[in-house]
């Protein structure tokens, strides 16, 4: 399938409220290790990720919808990736 080889977008910065509300931050990564790969990796359990940027120390993910970006805030706060809690 086309869809599964098809690189993520890097836009995570839309102000609509629907993409606002979809979106998730990740705090305190250590992207000196974790790369964006592993993000998405990661996080792409909790639904369709339309986007993902990683910038140093933390980045953003980008759901289709609202309830994937809950799902993730609640599965992932507070584990510990490469040696920091995020």
């Given amino acids: ?9 890097n836009v995570t910065n839309k102000t609509d409220p629907r993409s606002m509300n979809s ?8 992207t000196l290790v974790v790369k964006k790969s592993d993000v ?3 996080f ?4 369709k990720i ?6 140093k120390g933390f980045a953003f ?8 970006a809950r ?3 609640a599965g992932e706060d507070g584990r510990m990736i ?4 995020l």
């Fill in 1 to 9: 399938s086309t869809e599964m080889t098809k690189t993520l977008s």
């Fill in 23 to 30: 979106r998730v931050f990740i705090g305190n990564l250590n």
């Fill in 40 to 42: 998405e990796a990661i």
């Fill in 44 to 47: 792409s359990k909790y639904g």
């Fill in 50 to 55: 339309v986007g993902c940027s990683v910038h």
């Fill in 61 to 68: 993910v980008q759901y289709v919808n609202e309830r994937n």
């Fill in 71 to 73: 799902a993730a805030v």
């Fill in 82 to 85: 490469a040696g920091q809690v």
